[in-house]
Antibody
Framework: EVHLLESGGGLVQPGGSLRLSCAAS????????MTWVRQAPGKGLEWVSI????????THVESVKGRFTISRDNSKNTVYLQMNSLGADDTAVYYC???????????????WGKGTTVTVSS | DIQMTQSPSSVSASVGDRVTITCRAS??????LAWYQQKPGKAPKLLIY???NLQSGVPSRFSGSGSGTDFSLTISSLQPEDFAVYYC?????????FGQGTKVEIK
C-alpha cells in the first residue's frame, strides 16, 4: 500500500527552526517528485515546495524562499523540509504529497500524508 | 502568480442532486488542472487530474471538464459521503496555486 507519514511538527518560537520529515512506502520513491503543501487553521491549501525524483530540481513559493529548504534521501525514502526563521504566518498543518511523475513540472498530487502540525508562537 | 477563482464558495444541496463547481484561472493553464476533495480533519484526496481524468478508485459520478482558463467539476448524483470542501489546483506554472475552496453542504 502506498503511504506517506509526516513527522517533526510541533511548537516553536518565532525565529526558530524545525525540520519536517516525510517517510514514504509502497512505491519506488525515486521515480516521483514530492511536494509540501500547508494549510493554516481554517484556511485553504497553499503549495510550499517541490523536489524532483532525482533531487536535482527544487523550487519554493516566494514567501518561504531563503527560509525553507526541501531535500530528499532516496536511500531512506524520505523527503525533508528544513524551515528556518519561522513566523506566525507559518503556523499550519504541513502535508507531504506525491507527484504523478518524477518531474516538478505539469504537477498534480495523487497521494497525501495525514499531515503534521507546526505552531509558531511565543 | 496564477489566481484560481472557484464558484460558488459554498453550495447547499440534497442527496441525489447534480452539483457543478467552476474554477477560473487568471491565465491559460492548458489542461493542468486538478480537483481535490477534503473532509474535516483529513488530508485532501485527488479526484480529477489533467482537467478530465478520473483518478483510480474515484466514483464515476465525479467528472471534470475544461481547458485554458475555465474548468468545472460535476457530481452527477450527490451522495452523503460527498459533503466536503473541494479545491481546484493549477499545475502549469510556479507557484502552483489552489482555488479558495467550495464547501458542499447538506440542504
Amino acid at each position: 500500500e502506498v503511504h506517506l507519514l509526516e513527522s517533526g511538527g510541533g511548537l516553536v518560537q518565532p525565529g526558530g527552526s524545525l525540520r519536517l520529515s516525510c517517510a514514504a512506502s509502497g512505491f519506488t520513491f525515486s521515480t516521483y517528485a514530492m511536494t509540501w503543501v500547508r494549510q493554516a487553521p481554517g484556511k485553504g491549501l497553499e503549495w510550499v515546495s517541490i523536489i524532483s525524483g532525482s533531487g536535482a530540481s527544487t523550487t519554493h513559493v516566494e514567501s518561504v524562499k531563503g527560509r525553507f529548504t526541501i531535500s530528499r534521501d532516496n536511500s531512506k525514502n524520505t523527503v525533508y523540509l528544513q524551515m528556518n526563521s519561522l513566523g506566525a504566518d507559518d503556523t499550519a498543518v504541513y502535508y507531504c504529497a506525491r507527484g504523478m511523475t518524477p518531474k516538478i513540472y505539469d504537477f498534480h498530487m495523487d497521494v497525501w500524508g495525514k499531515g503534521t502540525t507546526v505552531t509558531v508562537s511565543s | 502568480d496564477i489566481q484560481m477563482t472557484q464558484s460558488p464558495s459554498s453550495v447547499s444541496a440534497s442527496v441525489g442532486d447534480r452539483v457543478t463547481i467552476t474554477c477560473r484561472a487568471s491565465q491559460g493553464i492548458s489542461n493542468w488542472l486538478a480537483w481535490y476533495q477534503q473532509k474535516p480533519g483529513k488530508a485532501p484526496k485527488l479526484l480529477i487530474y489533467a482537467a478530465s481524468n478520473l483518478q483510480s478508485g474515484v466514483p464515476s459520478r465525479f467528472s471534470g471538464s475544461g481547458s485554458g482558463t475555465d474548468f468545472s467539476l460535476t457530481i452527477s448524483s450527490l451522495q452523503p459521503e460527498d459533503f466536503a470542501v473541494y479545491y481546484c489546483q493549477q499545475g502549469d506554472s510556479f507557484p502552483y496555486t489552489f482555488g479558495q475552496g467550495t464547501k458542499v453542504e447538506i440542504k
